[in-house]
């Protein structure tokens, strides 16, 4: 127990030393407060799925509330994992993309969609996925 | 659009096909179910860095709130994610362990790990983590 209680108020130490952090300067830790919640990695997996719209996020099977939906845009927004564009005037639709920092979540995406399909019997598995993207992106050629 | 609209309303066709799921049956959305907080997390990376007790947890710079850390011990148990261990009668003492599947959550957490490091300035980087680990399991092997 000595040996592990070693490295571990070591890394508590370190992990205290900068004090600009809410929690602490663990990279885990920086990088729940701004994605551990149930929502903002389903808005980020309907991004990755080619949605763009608020109503297409809406239409999403889990059904996320309207409030909801638009804080999670807006501190998405904020961290600079997406960006907007305006598509329509009056009344006001914006469009939304990942950006590059978006974009690299999809490990952290695809880790956990490999351990849920796993563990959790009945969930749809990578692979089905990978086929209907496959299938958008070889539609998406036909029409170019 | 319609491109889109028809394999995103695929998608949401498919994950809505099995209703025993709270939500869908995303892979994504039944792993945030379990795993999705600012917490959970926090307590599996102890575990991968060799805190087993309670008090271990509680611990970490991030001051996990003790009725949090009891009621994420016991969604972890019931999802098998770890285990317990009595290891004192009086008063009862627990040391807690991941389970394969908790084990499994390894690449999940350095995704999360490599992302916050990445876009986060300040946070600790995988590789003084990896540091940590490699200097606490040679003193382990230099004990036995």
């Given at each position: 127990?000595?040996v592990?209680n070693?490295?571990?108020?070591?890394?508590?130490?370190?992990?205290?030393?900068?004090?600009k952090?809410?929690?602490?300067?663990?990279?885990v830790a920086?990088?729940?407060?701004?994605?551990?919640?149930k929502?903002?990695?389903l808005v980020?997996r309907d991004?990755f799925l080619?949605?763009k719209?608020y109503?297409?996020?809406?239409k999403?099977?889990?059904?996320?509330?309207?409030?909801?939906?638009?804080?999670?845009?807006?501190?998405?927004l904020?961290?600079?994992?997406?960006?907007?564009?305006?598509y329509q005037?009056?009344?006001p639709?914006?469009?939304?993309q990942?950006?590059?920092?978006?974009?690299d979540?999809?490990?952290?995406l695809?880790a956990?969609?490999?351990?849920?399909?796993q563990?959790?019997?009945?969930?749809i598995s990578?692979?089905r996925?990978?086929?209907i993207i496959?299938?958008r992106q070889?539609q998406?050629?036909?029409r170019q």
């Amino acid at each position: 127990m000595q040996v592990i209680n070693f490295v571990t108020d070591w890394y508590n130490q370190i992990m205290k030393t900068d004090k600009k952090f809410k929690r602490s300067a663990c990279a885990v830790a920086n990088t729940l407060d701004i994605l551990g919640d149930k929502w903002t990695l389903l808005v980020i997996r309907d991004l990755f799925l080619g949605k763009k719209t608020y109503s297409e996020f809406q239409k999403s099977p889990e059904k996320i509330p309207t409030n909801i939906l638009a804080e999670r845009l807006k501190r998405l927004l904020s961290a600079d994992i997406i960006s907007k564009q305006s598509y329509q005037q009056n009344p006001p639709r914006y469009a939304y993309q990942l950006t590059q920092k978006g974009e690299d979540l999809a490990p952290l995406l695809k880790a956990m969609l490999i351990w849920g399909n796993q563990y959790i019997p009945g969930t749809i598995s990578l692979q089905r996925i990978e086929k209907i993207i496959a299938r958008r992106q070889a539609q998406q050629r036909n029409r170019q």
